[in-house]
C-alpha cells in the first residue's frame, strides 16, 4: 500500500518536536513543516493569507490528522484546519500526543478534545461522536503510535 498524504495540524510552540518524532517515523507522508519564520510571514499578510494556505495545504491530502497537546483545542488555526477539512469531507482522526517525550519540556498533560468545540447542525451531536482519537499507550507512545498509524488513517477513511 503507497504511504498516504495527511495533512498535520497541531500547535506549533507547544508540540513541534512531538510532532517531528512522528514525521520522523516515514510510516506516512505527511505535510512539509513550515519553519516559524515562514509562518510569521504568512500570518503577517493577514487572515485571507492564512486561509489560502490552509486550503492550498489541505488540497491531495488523504486524511487530516490532528496532533492533540496540552493547548491544541484553544488555537485558532487548527480549530480553522479541522472545520475546513471537515466540511470538504475530508477524513480526519486525533491522535493525543502529551506523552511522547519533547527533548525541551518532557512529556505535558493530556489536551482537551479539540473535536468537542464543532456542533454539527443536523443532529446537535459534536463532531467528536464522529471523528476517533486516539490515545497511545503511556509507557511506549513512540512506537504505539509508529506501528498503528497506518491503520488508524485507513479507518477514518473508511468511516468517513
Excluded at 487530516?64 to 472545520?83: A, C, K, P
Excluded at 464522529?130 to 491503520?151: E, G, L, R
Aim: charged share 25%; net charge positive; proline share 4%.
Amino acid at each position: 500500500m503507497p504511504k498516504r498524504k495527511v495533512f498535520y495540524s497541531f500547535h506549533y510552540n507547544n508540540d513541534v518536536f512531538r510532532v517531528q518524532q512522528i514525521r520522523n517515523m516515514g510510516v506516512i507522508e505527511g505535510n512539509t513543516p513550515v519553519t516559524p519564520n515562514q509562518w510569521e510571514t504568512i500570518k503577517q499578510t493577514g487572515k485571507k493569507a492564512v486561509e489560502k494556505w490552509i486550503s492550498e495545504n489541505l488540497e491531495n491530502k488523504s486524511c487530516v490528522v490532528v496532533l492533540i497537546g496540552s493547548q491544541t483545542s484553544q488555537r485558532e488555526w487548527v480549530l480553522h484546519e479541522i472545520e475546513q477539512a471537515w466540511n470538504a469531507g475530508k477524513p480526519v482522526l486525533g491522535i493525543y500526543i502529551h506523552n511522547l517525550n519533547c527533548p525541551k519540556t518532557g512529556k505535558s498533560t493530556k489536551g482537551n478534545n479539540p473535536f468537542d468545540k464543532f456542533t454539527m447542525k443536523d443532529s446537535n451531536k459534536k463532531l467528536s461522536d464522529f471523528v476517533t482519537c486516539y490515545n497511545p499507550k503511556t509507557f511506549d507512545a513512540y512506537n504505539d503510535i509508529k506501528n498503528n498509524i497506518d491503520d488508524w488513517i485507513e479507518e477514518a477513511i473508511k468511516s468517513r
